[in-house]
């Protein structure tokens, strides 16, 4: 099979494509037929062995992928040959061929096409649960979303607009800001264009009830400070590259709530919580409420271009590769 393989961790351009043989089924695994695949920022962090959970090299990247099974190992029957099927893995998604357990595989809906499917999965499941179980978002709130144009910002944007919240899209160019603003965001703050702090408080004058944070670095603090008394502070992620620090007078001062959302903790204790979540992003996804905004496409040879262009903060909701 045609696959991604990352030899030694370093930067994208360290990403080749060569022949392997295709993976065995295990009991209780899949095999699927990749046919999508989709980049998200932690596939370039987990090749620069800069993620959490650290990967040995060598390994196929890769971790949101829709296809179509084409083998089942011994024990599952929860699907079969021929059905089609979205999910999630550490690694090996950008392949012609991926085995997964079956429990990481969901069905896809007739209605969404394999490359909406394939990135459907990690930033619309974050950006849902942080909202909906974490922040704890209610219809009128007012929600300011950061990296609005990212993967996982604009699924926020889209998903707080369905929970019938009010959308303030912070992005850094006026064209990802558009792409947030045909998802609902009514408010759109360019924080190029001058100082976040007084961007804020002029476009929510009586504060925000929820901050959802997927970048960290200098966006934090002016959006931590543009809550309300009692506001709700999501900590997603980094992408910026720098972990802020914020003063504890400012949460003290407000009574502020900041709450962190880790996608595999959240899974494992979170249970209740997120079997009803998932039942309801399914919901929003099979009625066109969630379908993923795809900013770019890339053939799989060009693995190592796509996950620059994610590296850089190119990307306008996902970067998706076509497999077949
Ligand atoms: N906690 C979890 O379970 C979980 C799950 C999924 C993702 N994440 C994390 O969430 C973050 C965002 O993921 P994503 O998929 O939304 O990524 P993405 O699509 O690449 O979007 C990230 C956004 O961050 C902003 N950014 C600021 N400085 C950047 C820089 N130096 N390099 C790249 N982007 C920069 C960009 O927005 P502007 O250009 O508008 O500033 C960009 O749109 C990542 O850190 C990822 O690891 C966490």
Request: glycine letters at 12%.
């Amino acid at each position: 099979m045609r696959s991604a393989v990352c030899p030694e961790h370093g930067p994208p351009e360290a990403v080749v494509v060569a022949d392997l043989p295709a993976p065995e089924v295990g009991a209780g695994q899949v095999r699927v037929a990749v046919r999508a695949a989709s980049v998200n920022f932690p596939d370039v962090l987990i090749c620069a062995n800069e993620y959490q959970i650290k990967v040995p090299a060598p390994f196929v990247p890769g971790s949101e992928f829709a296809g179509v099974v084409e083998a089942v190992g011994e024990g599952v029957d929860t699907v079969a040959v021929g059905d089609r099927v979205f999910g999630t893995v550490m690694v090996g998604a950008f392949a012609e061929q991926v085995v997964v357990g079956a429990s990481s595989i969901t069905p896809t809906p007739d209605a969404i096409d394999d490359r909406h499917a394939c990135a459907f999965g990690v930033a619309h499941r974050t950006a849902y649960h942080s909202l909906r179980a974490v922040a704890d978002t209610q219809p009128g709130e007012e929600v300011i979303v950061l990296g609005a144009g990212g993967g996982v910002g604009l699924a926020a944007v889209q998903l707080a607009v369905a929970l019938g919240a009010t959308v303030t899209a912070v992005a850094s160019s006026d064209e990802k800001l558009a792409v947030a603003q045909s998802m609902g965001a009514t408010r759109l703050v360019n924080h190029k264009a001058g100082d976040l702090r007084s961007a804020l408080k002029q476009a929510l004058p009586k504060g925000a009830d929820v901050v959802i944070d997927p970048v960290g670095g200098a966006l934090s603090e002016p959006a931590l400070r543009a809550l309300r008394y009692g506001g709700r502070f999501v900590v997603i992620g980094f992408a910026a590259g720098e972990i802020p620090r914020v003063p504890l007078n400012l949460v003290l001062l407000k009574g502020s709530r900041i709450m962190g959302f880790e996608f595999g903790s959240f899974m494992r204790y979170e249970t209740e919580a997120m079997v009803r979540g998932e039942a309801e992003l399914l919901a929003l996804l099979a009625a066109g409420k969630a379908t993923p905004h795809i900013g770019a496409s890339f053939p799989l040879d060009q693995t190592a271009s796509a996950l620059r262009y994610v590296a850089d903060g190119h990307a306008i909701g996902k970067v998706v590769l076509d497999i077949t």
